[in-house]
C-alpha cells in the first residue's frame, strides 16, 4: 500500500483525511503502458482515490499488467495507438465531461501537456496553466506550495499574477482558508538589479489592487523572511505573510527544480504536484516519483476537482 502515515507524512496523511469521504475521482491516464505508471494509477485506485480510464496501446497497458500481476479488468480502456493520440483522447474524456481528470502515464510531458492546452475542445481556461509542488517536509508545521517549478519557465509579472491565484486556489482547496502567498526573490526590497524584486513588488500591487483573490500576498521576500518569524522581525519585516508564507513564488523554473530538489534529496521532503489553472486537475508526475508522491498527487486532483465543482456551483 502507498505507505503514508500521520508518523511519516502527517500532511499528506491529513489530505487523505479529507478525501476519504469523497468519492473516487475518474481519471483519463494516458499511456499506463510501463509498470511504475500503470502502478500508480493501481495504487490510487487501492487508496480509494481514482477510479482509472486507461487510455494507450491496448495490447502493451494489457502485456504491463501480466507482466506486473496487476488485475485491470475493472478498468474501462480507450485504445489510442501513440502518445499524441492517446493524450488527445484523454482531454476528450474529460472535455465531455466522461471523466473528471487527467493523469500522466509513460508519455512525455510536452505531448500530455500541448493537449491539455489545445486551442479546440481542450482544458484551457482564461487563466495561465501552472504547476504547483505540494511538500510535506519533515518537521516543517504545515505543507508549503512552491510554484512554478515545473512548467512556466521565466513568468512575467502578468504571469506571476497568475501563477499566484492558481497557488491559492489550491491551497484553498486542500483547507487553507486565507492562504499567505510571498513572493520570493534574492532580497526584500525591490532592487532595480534584481529584477525579480521588482516583478515580485509589481505582483503584490496587484494584489492589494484586487487583481488576486482569496489570500494574503506580499514580496518581495528573500526565502528566510519568508518563512522564519524571527528572520523577519530581524530586517524590520512587518506583513501578515511575512514568517508564515504557505505558498512560495519562485521567480523562475530554474530556482524551483533547484529549491524543491534540495528539499527532497537533501531535506527528506515528498513533493505532490499538479497542474492547476485548467478546466480540470491535471496529475502530473514523474517516473522518478514514489508511491507516496504519487498517491499524494490524486489526493490534490480529488481535492483541487471538489473546489472547481464548488466554485462552478456557487
Known sequence: MHGITQESRPHFFRLLQQCAPLPRLRTAVICPEEKTALEGAMDAHGAGLIEPVLVG??????????AAGFDISAFDIVEADDEPTAANRGVDI??????????KGFIHSD????????????????????????????????????????LNVAPDVKQKISLTQNAIDLARALGIELPKAAILSAVESPNPGIASSVEARAVADAAAAGDITGG????????????NKQAAALKGITS????????????????????????????GAETAGLVV???APV?????????????ASC????????????????
Open 57 to 66: 496501446h491496448r495490447d502493451r497497458i494489457a502485456a504491463t499488467a501480466d
Open 94 to 103: 474529460v472535455a465531455a465531461g466522461d471523466a473528471s481528470a487527467l493523469m
Open 111 to 150: 505531448t500530455y501537456l500541448a493537449a491539455v492546452i489545445r486551442k479546440t475542445n481542450g482544458l484551457r481556461t482564461n487563466r495561465r496553466t501552472s504547476h504547483c509542488f505540494v511538500m510535506d517536509i519533515p518537521n516543517w508545521p504545515k505543507p508549503v506550495i512552491i510554484t512554478d517549478a515545473a
Open 216 to 227: 494574503l500576498v506580499d514580496g518581495p521576500f528573500a526565502l528566510d523572511n519568508a518563512v
Open 240 to 267: 501578515p505573510v511575512a514568517g508564515d508564507a504557505d505558498i512560495l513564488v519562485v521567480p523562475t523554473i530554474e530556482a524551483g527544480n533547484i529549491f524543491f530538489k534540495a528539499l527532497t534529496f537533501m531535506g
Open 277 to 279: 489553472g485548467a478546466s
Open 283 to 295: 496529475i502530473l508526475t514523474s517516473r522518478a516519483d514514489s508511491a507516496e508522491a504519487r498517491i
Open 299 to 314: 489526493a490534490l486532483g480529488v481535492l483541487y476537482a471538489r473546489w472547481l465543482d464548488q466554485q462552478a456551483s456557487s
